[in-house]
């Protein structure tokens, strides 16, 4: 598979919501302890534990830009957690998640319709595989299938070239 990183909210819009309070539409953030399966986490992609508090606010995704451009519903763990960085693997959370939906942008920040598609999150290797390949794609937002949420977007990285 071509080198491709996920990658989470940044970590001082994480600190801002939690500072504030308040998320990217300046609405005060929803408190929610997790009480069953899902609320995952943007920041370390990770999902939240049995009785850990969340944080469930609108966040303005930075990519992509134009007539694709839409807010989302996220969770962030009320505790600090750690941004996750890990190169070439595929972000828990969407591992986690019982469907979601493959979007590919070109550079002008334009869907690329051929390259969409949904999946269990378990099976999601081949779709994102066919994604980073393909020549177009610049980037890559991986969602919730059912409500649409932002689970992270995914960024090809440079070949390593050694040493």
């Not at 609405?27 to 609320?39: E, I, K, N, S, T």
């Not at 980073?132 to 070949?159: M, Q």
Request: net charge neutral; glycine share 8%; charged share 20%.
């Amino acid at each position: 598979m071509t080198p491709f990183r996920c990658i989470p909210i940044e970590t001082e819009t994480a600190h801002r919501f939690r500072r504030t309070g308040r998320d990217d539409r300046g609405l005060a953030l929803h408190q929610r302890v997790v009480d069953g399966p899902g609320f995952p986490c943007r920041h370390c992609l990770q999902l939240g534990e049995p009785g850990e508090a969340m944080l469930l606010g609108a966040y303005d995704l930075p990519h992509p830009q134009g007539v694709y451009w839409t807010p989302s519903p996220i969770f962030l763990h009320a505790r600090d957690c750690v941004r996750f960085t890990a190169p070439n693997e595929i972000a828990p959370i969407v591992l986690a998640n019982g469907i979601v939906s493959v979007r590919s942008y070109d550079a002008a920040e334009l869907c690329l319709y051929d390259l969409g598609a949904i999946s269990e999150g378990s099976a999601v290797a081949p779709l994102l595989a066919r994604a980073l390949e393909d020549p177009r794609t610049r980037f890559i937002n991986i969602h919730t299938a059912r409500p649409g949420c932002l689970l992270c977007r995914v960024e090809k990285l440079a070949a390593d070239t050694g040493g």
